[in-house]
């Protein structure tokens, strides 16, 4: 154990969701043994492969027989195989004295659920492991009856950096605590006996309620916190007449969902960028890739543990005395393939990491009389006493106060009270308290029910499937229903928290099994992604969204009873899908092929709008933010960004979907000072301040879009492009124009007769080419500095002008490129993909009028949209279909004038008289340039009467040729059917 002992990593694929198989995604992902390969399927990068301990086969390969996925093939991993492998050594590790850990990683919605707590009969790794362990006990303490094994149960959120105890009765965060012996610790986390995996779902359930509650009043999502199980396995075991403590620490982690990084491979600054989404998802990489280097024998590596309330708690199963397990989950979906990727880089780091574990065990008499001991000298310190800083810090922290140290004393005192007094009250006595607390919740979720098998109700919807059905509201027959805030006079009968919920927001009455709703005015309520007012019936399978992140669905027993006795069925519906109803997105049937990221984006953000524009109007902020679509570099695809506009200024700011849920996670920490009352929000510094842009930053004017399939026949190009920006409005005109060149730079031309038929007769050829942007024309005068920006093909660095102020600036720009040799990879990228040039400039701030005091409520409602989120669609095509059309009416002309000099051969041999055509005359001007076609005539005529004598010719009649068929572009490639050979 001196070396430590690696991370074992297992990473395990899940079969296609629903919305996957909507979307016709494509399977990226394949397995042998315990390597993982992954294929980018849409981008053509080389197949990439991760090899770990375990690379579970989840896709396919199995059968569902009485509820429990069974393997039809060896290659396929069912839960059982899941937990040989990875919960037995669990299991048996914490029952010899090892503090263990399990990680959960992967991106919402990979399945990191069903591996760690599974569903029905297939049951996960920690259901496994406590039922074992429950087993085991009972087994044991038969054989010992002098024994006593005792589990304790604590479950902790961490969320925007604050600890949350999930079984406390209030909404407080925790402080993280340090001492020399123990290490990090949550101080006053509560840590409930259990008696068995019954009470442990029960107290998992609880929790997991008080987390449902809580993230709709923090404006959470799950994917945005970390949640923490902790049990604690004690064994007091009498052995040669002492009594001894064994202890071991399970930590069951289920990590916050992993962010899509950029589909443009972004790296540095926005890599950075994105990092800062979550800071402690953030700071445990950083944690991880400093473990690996000193695992790798790297000499004095500091480890970041302090950076994040995560690495902190976590400091343990990473660095020290634990053995620790990972599972990443993966999505086999080609549309997921970035943040899959991201998985298995992560876990690949992980693997690397070495802990060192040692089993936990003393006389229980040593351990109390060495509390009781600590807590006397804490004692002293306090009164007044030589304090020893040691005790509560590490050797590489720095210097902290006075202030810090005596908290920590303090906190360090009440930790060892409570465990002294643990540790003293009998086990029994312990465990009939925690069962009398929990009775009275069993009886009430009893009761809840039995009323949702009669009684109509609504119940919540959330993006984790584990959070949903937690939160019920219940529509006795005849009775009135107010809805709305806390704090109304008289109260509402339905207490809501969350973004604009009125004070009196709408009113859900039940008469003879119907529910009839009354909308308050000014009231957000949308039902099936409608907004509504007034009065209207609810309908069983109704979602129901009311303000800005409650969204329900509403079941009625009798009703959807009696649906189904006329042979009625209702469709499930997910928080996914009444999101994208309310965003006018439709299935991912009606979707075009490259569009399902985009749809997937949209339907992601269009909530967090909703959010941020509620948070900015509450704190009266004069910004709005709005999805808009862009084509994005390199590629004939759009992809989702997000405008913000400011009312103070009149400027717009474009945020990439990385930048804006950064900046979203601020607006959440913000926000929560407002409600809560704290006014620090008020005085951050404009440069801190999320709802705050520079106004020195340089913005997108516009795009153009231009193919350069013309290159791969060597034809140049000359247009004049519609400057668009994101809302599809014209911003101006660019001149842009490229040449193909010779290698000393000169532009080939006509004269040179050069063409090429078929683009990949280029390949393993050097070509070259000159691009000019000369001018732009009708630039708005509110921009200035204005300068174009690009990058070509493999670039990762843009390629810029000279920055101009007119609005008619003059660029004058040239930048000569090439590819020697030319690649298939380039042959694509100008047949398949498009350069995008993008004219930037910084906005002249137009100040809002003297005088207008509107809120930001009221600007907003100025130019209400019944739509949540208005998306604005910019179309990439438009403008490449002028630039096509160019190409392939030059190619056309050149095949055209081919076919007239044919005809002018078959001429030349009605004139003398011959009934036949030389193949090899045919192909000199077919393949051959336009001289060459002159020459070929000229020689069919000197020819002819040798031919006649000679016999040599195959025989071509006269008639060959008699229409001049259309020619036909498909895939790039021109067909004509213009010359037939008999």
């Known amino acids: ?72 093939n060896d290659h396929y991993a069912d839960q059982k195989k899941v937990f040989d492998d990875v919960g037995v050594g669990i299991r048996d590790n914490s029952w010899n004295g090892f503090n263990c850990s399990l990680f959960a990683y992967g991106q919402t919605g990979s399945g990191k659920s069903y591996s760690i707590i599974g569903y029905g009969k297939n049951k996960g790794v920690v259901p496994l492991y406590c039922e074992d362990l429950f087993v085991k006990m009972a087994e044991l303490q038969q054989e010992n009856p002098d024994n006593q094994y005792q589990v304790q149960f604590a479950m902790l959120e961490i969320y925007n950096e604050s600890v949350f105890d999930l079984l406390a009765g209030n909404r407080k965060a925790l402080k993280i605590r340090q001492s020399k012996q123990r290490g990090f610790f949550v101080q006053g986390l509560k840590k409930t006996p259990v008696g ?97 280097s000193a695992s790798e024998g790297k000499k004095k590596v500091i480890v970041p543990f302090r950076d994040s309330s995560l690495t902190m708690i976590l400091k343990n199963a990473l660095g020290g005395n634990s053995k620790t397990v990972m599972i990443a989950a993966l999505s086999p979906a080609s549309v997921n393939y970035e943040e899959t990727l991201s998985t298995l880089r992560f876990a690949d780091r992980a693997k690397q990491i070495k802990t060192k574990a040692t089993v936990n065990e003393s006389p229980t008499d040593k351990l109390i009389r060495e509390l009781k001991e600590e807590n006397d000298k804490l004692k002293k310190m306090l009164e007044g006493g030589v304090i020893d800083k040691s005790m509560v810090k590490d050797d590489d922290e720095d210097d902290i106060s006075d202030e810090e140290v005596q908290a920590r004393l303090q906190a360090l005192m009440e930790e060892n009270n409570a465990e002294k007094a643990s540790m003293e009250q009998e086990w029994k006595e312990k465990l009939e308290e925690a069962q009398k607390a929990i009775e009275a919740l069993k009886a009430e979720q009893s009761r809840k029910q039995e009323m949702m098998k009669t009684t109509p109700h609504i119940m919540n919807l959330n993006d984790d499937e584990q959070l949903c059905g937690m ?78 992140n409650n969204m329900f669905t509403v079941v009625n027993p009798g009703e959807k009873e009696t649906a189904e006795k006329a042979g009625i069925t209702y469709h499930k519906f997910t928080y996914h899908d009444a999101m994208a109803e309310i965003q006018n997105l439709g299935s991912g049937d009606d979707a075009q092929k490259g569009e399902e990221l985009l749809q997937q984006d949209i339907a992601e953000l269009g909530p967090m709008i909703g959010e941020v524009n509620a948070m900015s109007c509450a704190m009266d902020k004069k910004v709005k933010f709005d999805i808009v679509v862009m084509p994005e570099e390199g590629k004939r695809r759009r992809t989702a960004m997000v405008s913000m506009f400011s009312y103070l200024t009149s400027c717009s700011y474009l945020l990439s979907r990385e930048e804006f849920i950064s900046r979203k996670y601020k607006m959440e920490e913000m926000y929560q000072q407002f409600v809560e009352g704290d006014e620090t929000w008020k005085s951050v510094p404009s440069s801190e301040d ?24 060597l034809f140049e190009q000359e247009q004049t492009l519609t400057i668009t920006n994101y809302q599809g409005a014209q911003k101006g005109e660019l001149r842009v124009e490229y040449y193909p060149t010779k290698e000393d730079g000169s532009i080939i031309t006509e004269e040179d007769d050069i063409f090429v038929d078929d683009p990949d007769t280029l390949v393993g050829q050097p070509l070259r080419f000159s691009l000019k942007i000369p001018y732009a024309r009708g630039v708005p005068k509110r921009f200035e500095n204005v300068y174009c920006r690009y990058r070509y093909f493999l670039d990762t660095e843009y390629t810029t002008t000279g920055q101009v102020t007119g609005q008619n600036p003059e660029f004058n720009f040239t930048q000569n490129h090439s590819c020697v040799p030319v690649t298939d990879q380039f042959i694509d990228y100008l047949e398949k993909q498009s350069l995008v040039i993008e004219v930037m400039g910084t906005q002249i701030p137009v100040p809002v009028k003297p005088g207008d005091q509107r809120t930001t409520k009221q600007l ?13 669609l910019m179309d990439p095509e438009k403008q490449m279909i002028m630039s096509e059309l160019e190409s392939t009416k ?45 020459i070929a005539v000229a020689v069919f005529k000197m020819n002819v009467n040798k031919a006649k004598k000679e016999g040599h010719l195959f025989k071509t009649t006269a008639q060959a040729i008699t229409t001049n068929e259309e020619v036909k572009e498909h895939a790039g490639q021109t067909k004509s059917k213009a010359c037939t050979i008999l």
């Open 690 to 713: 999320p709802f705050v842009e520079d106004e020195n930053k340089e913005t997108t004017i516009g795009t153009v879009s231009i193919s350069l399939k013309s290159l791969g026949y």
């Open 860 to 872: 907003m409602a100025s130019n209400f949209s019944v739509n949540q989120t208005p998306v604005a």
């Open 471 to 548: 939160i019920v509201f219940f529509f006795e027959d005849g009775s009135e229903n107010k809805v709305g805030t806390k704090g109304a006079e008289p109260p509402n009968d339905i207490e809501l928290s969350g973004l604009e919920i009125e004070t009196s927001h709408c009113t859900i009455s039940h008469s003879d099994g119907k529910l009839l709703m009354v909308v308050a005015e000014e009231a957000k309520v949308y039902v099936n992604g409608e907004y509504v007012s007034g009065k209207l019936e609810l309908m069983h399978g109704d979602r129901l969204l009311l303000g800005t």
């Open 196 to 292: 068995s995996y019954k009470e442990i779902e029960d107290r998992m359930a609880e929790g997991t309620a008080n987390r449902t509650v809580a993230a709709t009043k923090m404006n959470a999502t799950s994917s945005r916190a970390h949640t923490v199980v902790e049990l604690t396995l004690t064994q007091k075991i009498k052995t040669g007449g002492a009594n001894m403590t064994k202890t071991s620490v399970v930590n069951l982690v289920d990590l916050a969902g992993s962010e899509r990084a950029a589909s443009t491979g972004a790296t540095g600054a926005t890599l950075k960028q994105g990092a800062a989404i979550n800071k402690s998802l953030s700071a445990l990489g950083n944690v991880i890739a400093a473990l690996a």
């Open 890 to 934: 030059r190619r056309a002309k050149k095949q055209q004038n081919k076919l007239i000099k044919v005809q002018e051969l078959i001429d030349a041999a009605k004139n003398e008289q011959s009934e036949t055509i030389s193949v090899a005359d045919l192909q000199r001007i077919l393949e051959s340039n336009a001289d060459s076609m002159g």
């Open 1 to 72: 154990m001196a070396e430590g002992e690696s991370v074992k990593v297992a990473v395990r694929v899940r079969p296609f969701n629903s919305r996957e198989k909507q979307m016709n995604a494509k399977l990226c992902i394949r397995m042998e043994g315990a390597t993982t390969y992954i294929n980018d399927l849409e981008g053509g990068d080389e197949e990439k492969f991760f090899t770990f301990d375990y690379s579970y086969w989840s896709y396919d390969g199995f059968d569902d027989i009485d509820g429990y996925l069974t393997p039809s």
